[in-house]
């Protein structure tokens, strides 16, 4: 029994895979993500500030052992990110107008979408462009190309590789102002006759938030649209939020805070339970829509390196995914192998 095998006439499942992992790659934990999974996401290392560290610098040392990584255990393989405001090499900023943006952003998108053609499967062209209230994020993209740097990407990405799908992709893809700005502007790309594969649901979740029906009724817009949806980076998060937290309380230190911070020492049952739940709900409503979903990708493998202990506030101890500490399959995934 694994994962990938039991879905494998549903979507794809995939794991965010870590530096240490693509290095090391005996390690326990890529013996388990190569029996769970059929497809794997770069956590960091194709970011711009790590592959294209400066204007005539790429470095694809621990892109292309990522890539052979996937191509050993036959997976799909998906490329992230190409254009993101975010762990962005720091000499984008420099950009001064639409000229100098239009040939760098050629430059960087060719030259990493065609050393991979053919062996990454899509990409997410670009990443977190929306505010969420649905209008454009202000970069340095924005700044100096203007509105449609987006479809001039995913123009460059689909010149460079015809074959592998290109994703937009973002969080908050549920909150209803961000999925009529995301839909509004991939309508813009598409009216120009520019392609768009997919939209990625990034899936950083809560316990309670958001509904499964909001989540239903996102999917279905996305497909709406004629694209495929990706549910991209999956994690649950069973912490406080500090943005939870009103006025004075915020400015507080709350770093230290044992509120934020409450289960650190272990989750209680009541909690598990809930988290369990979550899991098996989400992975129904995905099933049941699976000829709209391309692939269920997980943000990590297990509690032992999730983002999530470090974000929104340093060193917690969070319990997001189904694979425990000790890399012991917890009930969630009983209960989402239980659905097949
Ligand atoms: C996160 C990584 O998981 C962290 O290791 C890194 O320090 C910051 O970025 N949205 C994305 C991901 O698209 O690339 C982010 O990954 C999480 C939020």
Redesign the pocket.
């Known amino acids: 029994i694994s994962l990938k095998n039991e879905f494998k006439e549903n979507f794809y499942m995939g794991v965010?895979i870590?530096e240490s992992q693509i290095e090391e790659q005996d390690s326990l934990e890529t013996i388990l993500i190569s029996k769970e999974f059929n497809s794997i996401t770069a956590?960091?290392i194709m970011?711009s500030m790590f592959v294209h560290p400066s204007k005539d610098t790429f470095d694809f040392k621990l892109t292309d052992k990522y890539v052979a990584f996937g191509k050993k255990y036959n997976m799909f393989i998906h490329g992230?990110?190409l254009i993101?405001h975010?762990?962005l090499a720091p000499w984008f900023k420099t950009i001064k107008d639409s000229a100098e943006m239009a040939s760098v952003m050629e430059n960087h998108i060719k030259t990493i979408v065609s050393r991979y053609k053919g062996k990454i499967n899509s990409w997410d062209v670009v990443?977190?462009a929306l505010n969420e209230d649905g209008t454009l994020r202000n970069s340095v993209f924005l700044d100096t190309y203007g509105e449609d740097y987006l479809a001039y990407a995913f123009k460059l990405a689909s010149e460079s590789d015809p074959d592998t799908d290109l994703y937009y992709?973002d969080?908050n893809m549920t909150s209803v102002d961000k999925r009529n700005g995301a839909i509004k502007m991939i309508k813009r790309i598409q009216d120009k006759g520019i392609k768009v594969d997919g939209i990625g649901m990034?899936g950083?979740w809560r316990l309670d938030s958001p509904s499964i029906e909001v989540i239903e009724e996102s999917i279905l817009a996305y497909a709406e649209l004629g694209v495929k949806v990706a549910i991209t980076?999956l994690d649950i998060n069973v912490l406080p939020s500090p943005w939870d937290l009103v006025g004075a309380e915020v400015s507080q230190n709350f770093e230290s805070s044992e509120k934020m911070n409450p289960y650190s020492k272990s989750l209680p049952d009541s909690i598990q339970i809930k988290f369990t739940k979550r899991y098996q709900d989400i992975f129904k409503l995905f099933l049941k829509h699976q000829d709209k979903i391309s692939r269920v990708t997980f943000?990590?493998l297990s509690d032992s390196h999730t983002?999530l202990n470090?974000?929104p506030i340093e060193g917690r101890t969070n319990y997001p995914m189904i694979f425990d500490r000790r890399l012991q399959a917890k009930k969630a995934y009983d209960s989402i192998i239980s659905l097949k």
């Open positions: 965010a870590n956590e960091n970011k992230h990110t993101w975010s762990q990443n977190e992709n969080y990034q950083h980076e943000w990590g983002w470090n974000w």
